[in-house]
C-alpha cells in the first residue's frame, strides 16, 4: 500500500464503506486515548478490508487489550457525538499541536510530533482542516460518517509495527487494524468468509494433498508440481487443447529463450525489462573464432619472453581485455510468448485466405517479480500460459473477439465461476508515446470495435481508464471463488502495435500488403494461478474429472484371492486411462477410509468377499458417503460418463 499523502481530492472519492471505516479509526484512538492518554497518533486511513491508526506509545498494544479498547469505542459509538468540520489557519493548527492538543482529548505537556510534521506537508494554499468528535480533535481532511453512532459494527483484528511514513530511518510506530460494517451480519460473513478462505488456504492444501512445492534450492517463486498437481495441469491443458482445436486454433511450440533482437523489436525491453530475469551473456558466435587464447599471434612478443609468473599475468590480462571488447549476443528467458509466435506469423507468406490464424501454445514463461509480492502459486516467477495469438483482418475482429468472449463464459460455467467481471481497460490520450503506443487512431478505433462488442454480448463488465497494455487495449477477467474470494485470472488483449513492429504482412483480396490486427488471450491464465484458484475455490474436494486420485480401491481383508481380484479391478480401470491405486495395507477398513478421505480421493471402491463374489464393488464418494454396492462393470461406466463429460461433482 502506498504511504503517500492522498489529495483532497481522492478523499472525496472514497466509498461509503471506506468513510465508515476511516471514521472507524478516529473512534479506535479515541478509545486509546481514554486508556493511554500520552499516546501519539500518525495516519488511519481506511485500507482493502478495513482500516488502522498508527500509535506510538510505551505500552505495547496486544489482542489481549482488544477488549479493552472496543469497550471504550463502543461508549464513543453509543455517544453519537457529530463529527464536526473546522478549517483553521496554518498557525492556528501549529498552536494546536504544539499544545499537544491534535489527535488528542485535551492539550496535553507533549505535542503532537506527527501531526505538526503532517501540517509542514500540507501543500501551501491548501484548505488545513480538523475534525472534532466529542472531545477528540484530529487534524484529518476527511471525510467522515455524520455521527460516531454511524460507524456500525466493528472489531480489532491485529497489530503490527509500521516506520512513520513507511520509511525505516523514521519511529517504529504500533499499527492497530480494525474492520468495520454497517451491520452485524456483514461483519459476521466476513469473519465466517476468512476462517473457510483459512481453511481452503491453497498454500496449506497443497501442501496437505501433496499438490506443489517450493524449494530454496530450487528458488523462490518456482513452484515445482507433485504428481498429483502435476495430474491436475495436464486435465487443464487437454480441456484447453480439445476446446481450442473445436475453435480452429493449431498448436505451436516455441523455445524457453530468444535473443535480446527479438525483444528489442517487440518492445519488452527496455519497457518490461525489470520483469524479466537478467540477460545470459555469451560471445557472439560470429565471433567464436576471434576467442583470444585461440589467437597466438595476438601474444606472439609475449610469448617468445621466458614463461615467468609476471608474462603469463601479462598474457591474462591482455586476453581479458581482447575479450571484453568482443561482440556479445544476449538471450533472455521468455516473458511472453508473443514475440515467437508473431515470428511464426511471419515465416510463411500470407494471405487474405490463411485468417484468421489461430495460434496457440500452453507457453513456459519467466517473469521477475519482486521478491516481497511472490505469494503462493498466485504470484509465481515460472508460469505455464494458456496462451494463444490470433492473427485476424479488421472485419474479423467482432467474431473472433465474440468468439473468445463465448470460450471464457463456457469455462466459467463448467468451473462453477458465477460470478466474474471483465475490466475493459482502455488508453489515456494525454499519455499517448509514453505509456502508450503513440498511435492516437488505431487506440481510438480499437477501443471502439472492442466496447461494441462488449456491449452486443451483454457481459458484465467495466471500463478503466488508463490501464491499457502499452500495445493496445486490454479485458482483465476478474472472477470470485465460491467463498467470494476475488482473482484476477485472464486476460484478453487486443493489439494493434506488435504485428506492425513485427512487420507483420498479408496479402489482402486487393493483392495489397496489409497488416493483421492481433488478439492475445489466456481464458485459463496460468496453470498456477488457476490451479491456485480452482484448490481455493473446491477446498481441494474437485470434481472426478480434475481429481488427482480418482478411484482408490479398499480391501477388506488380505486374502489373497481378494488381492486377485482388487487388481483385476485395477487394471480395468487403468486400461481406461482412469487414475486408481490400491490400499492393500493391513490396516482396517475404517483406517483406510479414514486416510483416502483425509486426501480427498474422489471415490472408493470397498471390496470384501461378497463383492468379490458377485463380481461388484461398493462404491463410496468423497463428502457423499456409503452410495452401495454395484456391479464392477457398470460403476466403471458411470464414472467414465462423468469424467468424459466433465461433470461438476
Ligand atoms: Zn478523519
Ligand atoms: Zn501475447
Known amino acids: 500500500m502506498s504511504e503517500e499523502r492522498k489529495t483532497l481530492e481522492q478523499r472525496a472519492q472514497m466509498t461509503d464503506l471506506e468513510r465508515l471505516r476511516h471514521s472507524a479509526s478516529h473512534v479506535l484512538a479515541t478509545a486509546i486515548l481514554k486508556i493511554w492518554p500520552e499516546a501519539q497518533f500518525a495516519a488511519g486511513p481506511p485500507v482493502e478490508n478495513g482500516f488502522y491508526y498508527d500509535v506510538d506509545l510505551p505500552h505495547r498494544i496486544s489482542p489481549d487489550d482488544f477488549e479493552k479498547i472496543e469497550a471504550e469505542m463502543k461508549t464513543e459509538v453509543k455517544a453519537n457525538h457529530p463529527f464536526e468540520r473546522m478549517e483553521v489557519s496554518r498557525d492556528e493548527a501549529l498552536a494546536l499541536g504544539k499544545k499537544g492538543r491534535l489527535a488528542a482529548l485535551g492539550e496535553r505537556a507533549e505535542p503532537s510530533k506527527f501531526k505538526l510534521d503532517i501540517i509542514q506537508n500540507i501543500p501551501a494554499g491548501e484548505k488545513i482542516l480538523l475534525y472534532r468528535s466529542g472531545d477528540f480533535i484530529d487534524l484529518c481532511a476527511g471525510p467522515h460518517v455524520k455521527r460516531t453512532g454511524d460507524v456500525g459494527v466493528f472489531k480489532l483484528t491485529s497489530v503490527a509495527s509500521a516506520y512513520y511514513k513507511g520509511d525505516e530511518t523514521n519511529p517504529q510506530l504500533q499499527r492497530v487494524y480494525g474492520t468495520a460494517f454497517k451491520t452485524k451480519k456483514e461483519l459476521d460473513d466476513y469473519f465466517a468468509m476468512l476462517e473457510e478462505a483459512k481453511k481452503r488456504d491453497h498454500r496449506r492444501l497443497g501442501r496437505e494433498l501433496e499438490l506443489f512445492v517450493f524449494d530454496d534450492d530450487v528458488g523462490p517463486g518456482l513452484p515445482m508440481f507433485l504428481p498429483r498437481g502435476a495430474v491436475i495441469a495436464e486435465e487443464l491443458e487437454k480441456l484447453a487443447k480439445e476446446t481450442e482445436f473445436a475453435a480452429g486454433y493449431q498448436r505451436v511450440r516455441t523455445p524457453h529463450i530468444a535473443r535480446e533482437s527479438l525483444y528489442l523489436k517487440s518492445g519488452h525491453l527496455p519497457y518490461y525489462a525489470e520483469s524479466m530475469f537478467p540477460p545470459m551473456e555469451l560471445v557472439a558466435e560470429s565471433a567464436e573464432s576471434r576467442r583470444p587464447l585461440h589467437r597466438p599471434e595476438l601474444f606472439r612478443e609475449l610469448l617468445e619472453k621466458p614463461l615467468t609468473r609476471d608474462v603469463l599475468d601479462e598474457i591474462l590480462s591482455k586476453a581479458e581485455k581482447i575479450r571484453s571488447e568482443l561482440p556479445i549476443d544476449r538471450y533472455y528467458l521468455k516473458a511472453m510468448n508473443c514475440p515467437h509466435h508473431h515470428k511464426l506469423f511471419a515465416s510463411i507468406p500470407r494471405s487474405y485466405r490463411d485468417l484468421p490464424l489461430r495460434l496457440a501454445e500452453y507457453g513456459t514463461c519467466y517473469r521477475y517479480e519482486k521478491s516481497g509480492e511472490l505469494f503462493g502459486l498466485m504470484r509465481v516467477r515460472s508460469l505455464h500460459m494458456n496462451d494463444a495469438h490470433i492473427y485476424m483482418t479488421p472485419e474479423q475482429f467482432e467474431d473472433e473477439f465474440n468468439a473468445v468472449n463465448e470460450m471464457y ?65 486490454k479485458i482483465d477477467v476478474q472472477a470470485w471463488s465460491v467463498i467470494g474470494r476475488e482473482f484476477s485470472i485472464a486476460t484478453n488483449q487486443v493489439d494493434f502495435a506488435q504485428p506492425r513492429s513485427f512487420d507483420l504482412r498479408y496479402k489482402d483480396r486487393d493483392n495489397v500488403d496489409k497488416i493483421p490486427i492481433c488478439i492475445h488471450r489466456a481464458p485459463l491464465g496460468t496453470h498456477e494461478r488457476f490451479i491456485g484458484f480452482l484448490i481455493e475455490h473446491y477446498a481441494g474436494n474437485f470434481p472426478l474429472w480434475l481429481s488427482p486420485d480418482q478411484v482408490r480401491i479398499l480391501t477388506i481383508g488380505d486374502d489373497p484371492k481378494l488381492l486377485d481380484y482388487a487388481r483385476s479391478v485395477l487394471n480395468e480401470l487403468r486400461a481406461h486411462q482412469v487414475r486408481a491405486e490400491i490400499d492393500d495395507s493391513t490396516d482396517k477398513i475404517n483406517g483406510k477410509i479414514q486416510r483416502a478421505e483425509q486426501m480427498k480421493v474422489h471415490t472408493m471402491f470397498v471390496i470384501g468377499k461378497r463383492d468379490m463374489e458377485a463380481n461388484a464393488v461398493s462404491v463410496r464418494v468423497h463428502g457423499k458417503g456409503n452410495l452401495g454396492a454395484k456391479a464392477g462393470a457398470e460403476a466403471i461406466a458411470e464414472l467414465l460418463e462423468s469424467i468424459k463429460d466433465r461433470r461438476a461433482s
Open 409 to 473: 463464459l463456457n469455462y466459467f460455467k463448467l468451473f462453477g465461476i458465477e460470478k466474474y467481471l471483465m475490466r475493459f481497460s482502455t488508453h489515456d490520450p494525454s499519455k499517448l508515446g509514453q505509456k502508450f503506443v503513440d498511435e492516437p487512431e488505431l487506440w481510438k478505433k480499437t477501443e471502439e470495435m472492442t466496447r461494441n462488442v462488449l456491449k452486443n454480448s451483454g457481459i458484465n463488465y467495466v471500463e478503466v481508464p488508463n490501464e491499457a497494455a502499452f500495445y493496445g487495449p
